[in-house]
């Protein structure tokens, strides 16, 4: 294999894996939880509630991207994939709820991936870099709710950045180093349930849709699931999350960037509401 046709290859598969990546973001861990076994529930008494929880989604995706005057790649990356390259990530949901009827809900998703190969004939090194950030900012309001059900509908933003880089040093082309990227917004709008089922169980849901040619053509995004309550602060959560966008930058040249794909997994997060 000749060293364009290698560098070539390991940048459409990081690219792959970095651009793709990104998509992990969003999660939702359900709306504030009532006292089951009281049906005073002392939280509605309080002016503010809040919630942070740290998240990991195991992502999977499928879809197609394109880089600058590279065609398109078809992307079918595992989370194997995605941890195997891993430098860096973190992932974590906020949320700010006032008298139990409007609130805000922050989500900020990084990944830092890399990873290098050797060049045998000259004893060079090829490293290919990407990392991103997914930041979701949401206003909701409380549209219906019981002892055991909630019902929200929100909107807001979601923000992508995607960076990529592939430096060469010592290679037959010499040294180099190329820097690609994008960003935008996509305006959301959408709706999330969630229902206790006794003191320790609850089940959740959401779905959103976006993008309308703002930002992305089209973005769309559905998940669901079911948490553990181990007392009124602490609480663990597993859903299922797809997460789908289209994105065409519509350049030409080095500057092309286009996107499409669906990313699905299993999410699994830690909540502290107080």
């Not at 529930?41 to 992502?59: H, K, M, N, Q, S």
């Not at 005057?69 to 700010?96: C, H, Q």
């Amino acid at each position: 294999m000749s060293l364009k046709t290698q560098t070539r290859a390991l940048f459409l598969s990081l690219t792959g894996i970095a651009v793709s990546a990104a998509s992990v973001a969003a999660a939702d861990l359900g709306a504030s939880p009532v006292n089951y076994q009281n049906p005073v529930d002392e939280r509605i008494d309080r002016t503010w509630e809040f919630l942070v929880a740290p998240y990991f989604v195991g992502a999977n995706i499928v879809g197609t991207t394109q880089v600058g005057r590279l065609p398109a790649t078809d992307i079918d990356v595992g989370t194997s994939d995605i941890l195997e390259n891993l430098r860096f990530g973190a992932m974590i949901r906020g949320e700010a709820l006032y008298q139990q009827q409007v609130g805000l809900m922050i989500d900020a998703a990084y990944m830092n991936l890399g990873t290098a190969t050797d060049t045998p004939l000259t004893g060079g090194r090829v490293r290919v870099g990407g990392s991103q950030l997914i930041l979701e900012t949401m206003l909701f309001y409380r549209a219906y709710r019981t002892q055991q059900t909630s019902i929200d509908v929100y909107a807001g933003g979601r923000y992508w950045d995607i960076s990529l880089d592939l430096d060469a040093t010592g290679t037959i082309a010499g040294n180099f180093d190329i820097e690609r990227g994008d960003n935008w917004i996509d305006p959301v709008i959408g709706a999330r349930v969630f229902h206790q089922i006794n003191d320790k169980w609850s089940v959740n849901a959401r779905g959103d849709i976006g993008g309308f040619g703002a930002g992305s053509d089209f973005t769309w995004n559905a998940q669901g699931g079911f948490g553990y309550h181990f007392n009124k602060t602490w609480s663990a959560h597993f859903q299922y999350k797809a997460l789908s966008v289209d994105y065409d930058n519509g350049k030409s040249g080095t500057s092309k960037f286009a996107y499409d794909t669906i990313t699905h997994g299993p999410l699994i997060g830690i909540a502290a509401r107080f």
